[in-house]
């Protein structure tokens, strides 16, 4: 009965594992951010409720940055967009904020393609980390994790963030790709 069992359980991991093809994947990239002026790509869309101690509590934003594959503007190329929405969702200090941000690549290895994180951020210290839950085209099934560091404030009204992602990307053999 062992034996059989045995049998059995290699039979269903060699099953399984030729099903699924994919691999492991280290982007490094860089998030160009303006916090104000005209050419502005963070935004406050619900003011903060004023309760108590933590004055951002409520508020609700939106940004649409730049990502680039390096830190410098004028010696990078765009490769896609950094969409997000997020909320200051703690009372405590420093508020905890909850993100949902879509990574949409627009051009290079992963035109068409989309990483989306979910998660919490609980410091107003960096590096963030967050969760990859998902994606679709070259990443779809993805799952790992994001770290956000800040590396540069080229004007008083902007921060470059290195993006650094770890994937795990799982496809099934049998699915259609809709990227070209």
Same mark, same amino acid.
């Not at 950094?82 to 993100?99: D, E, I, N, R, Y």
């Given at each position: 009965m062992t034996s059989s069992y045995m049998l059995l359980s290699l039979v269903f991991l060699l099953a399984t594992s030729s099903? !699924?093809?994919? &691999?492991? @994947?280290h982007l490094h990239l860089y998030?160009? $951010? %303006?916090? %104000?002026?005209?050419?502005? *790509?963070?935004f406050s869309v619900v003011p903060p409720l004023h309760r108590g101690d933590n004055a951002r509590f409520g508020m609700v &934003? =939106?940004? +649409? +940055?730049?990502? !680039? +594959?390096g830190p410098d503007p004028r010696n990078s190329s765009l490769v896609g !967009?950094?969409? #997000?929405?997020?909320?200051?969702?703690?009372?405590?200090?420093?508020?905890?904020?909850?993100?949902a941000t879509s990574l =949409?690549?627009?051009a290079g290895e992963h035109a068409g393609s989309t990483l989306v994180m979910v998660g919490s951020? =609980? /410091? #107003? $210290? &960096?590096?963030?980390? %967050?969760?990859?839950? &998902?994606? %679709?085209g070259a990443f779809r099934m993805a799952r790992g994790y994001c770290v956000l560091t800040a590396v540069w404030s080229p004007t008083p009204e902007s921060t470059v963030? $290195?993006? @650094?992602?770890?994937?795990?990307? /799982? =496809?099934? !053999?049998?699915?259609? /790709?809709? *990227? @070209?």
């Open positions: 099903a !699924r093809a994919g &691999g492991f @994947k998030m160009h $951010e %303006t916090f %104000t002026g005209p050419n502005a *790509t963070l &934003g =939106v940004l +649409d +940055d730049e990502l !680039r +594959d !967009r950094f969409q #997000s929405l997020f909320a200051f969702a703690g009372l405590v200090t420093p508020p905890g904020m909850q993100t =949409v690549f627009t951020i =609980v /410091s #107003s $210290e &960096g590096p963030y980390e %967050t969760a990859v839950v &998902g994606g %679709t963030y $290195e993006v @650094k992602l770890f994937v795990t990307i /799982s =496809v099934h !053999r049998n699915s259609v /790709s809709l *990227t @070209k």
